[in-house]
């Protein structure tokens, strides 16, 4: 049974299985969570079509936790001390939500980096106080109302501000978040969904590798 069928199906032993085989088979963790994503919007259909009901639906959400925690774990102890890139992410100043944020944090755990999670309504000088404490090469803004445009805005600038001498590369995402939110808040990249936020996450670190610095993209992504 494929992972995808075995969370359809919610059958979470076999899923367990499927995610340890793939692991063991050598599955780049990006493709097992597109997987384990890929199987939760099924059963977010079946929902829908009222074939689940939500008791089948809040199982579905605790045994793709219990799946994201086996990815994360079996990935990162395959990383060495110290080669972690490191990211900071928060939900902007005026945010209290933290869903997606929360998503993002345990794929881009599994995906080997180092993640330090400041919570939902962060305050710009606390970015910008922990960027100095901890090195980031990524710093995540995340965001799902309007009202928070403001806030994001702050932290960007005030980490611009700053003059860091080596600038972490901002990322902001939620569902609200476009081109022009982009050039607005002076962020370098902008994301809609998880996958693209970590693909542009592993883009700048092995740019950065590559080139000895972060790389920049002012005209989004």
């Known amino acids: 049974m494929s992972l995808i069928e075995a969370i359809v199906e ?18 780049d963790a990006l493709q097992i969570i597109e997987d384990c994503q ?24 605790t045994m793709f936790e219990s799946l994201m925690k086996i990815i994360e774990n ?28 929360n998503i993002v944090v345990m794929v881009l755990k599994a995906n080997g980096f180092d993640v330090i999670d400041l919570g939902v309504d962060v305050d710009p000088p606390v970015f910008v106080h922990k960027i100095k404490e901890i090195k980031p090469q990524i710093v995540g803004i995340s965001m799902l109302i309007t009202g928070a445009y403001e806030g994001l805005k702050q932290t960007c600038d005030g980490i611009k501000k ?18 022009k939110v982009r050039e607005y808040s002076g962020a370098d990249y902008y994301a809609n969904d998880v996958m693209t936020g970590v693909r542009i996450c592993k883009t700048i670190v092995a740019e950065g590798e590559k080139h000895g610095r972060t790389v920049k993209n002012t005209e989004g992504y």
Request: hydrophobic share 35%; charged share 35%; no cysteine.
């Open 10 to 27: 919610l059958k979470k032993q076999e899923a367990m299985k499927a995610v340890n085989e793939m692991i063991s088979d050598g599955k």
């Open 162 to 179: 700053e003059g860091f001498e080596h600038r972490p590369t901002i990322i902001i995402g939620g569902g609200p978040v476009t081109e």
């Open 74 to 101: 079996r990935f990162r102890e395959t990383k060495k001390s110290g080669e972690s890139p490191r990211v900071i992410i928060g939900t902007a100043k005026g945010d209290v939500h933290d869903i997606g944020k």
């Open 38 to 61: 890929r199987g939760m919007a099924l059963v977010g259909e079946k929902f829908e079509k009222r074939d689940y009901f939500l008791s089948e639906l809040m199982y579905s959400a």
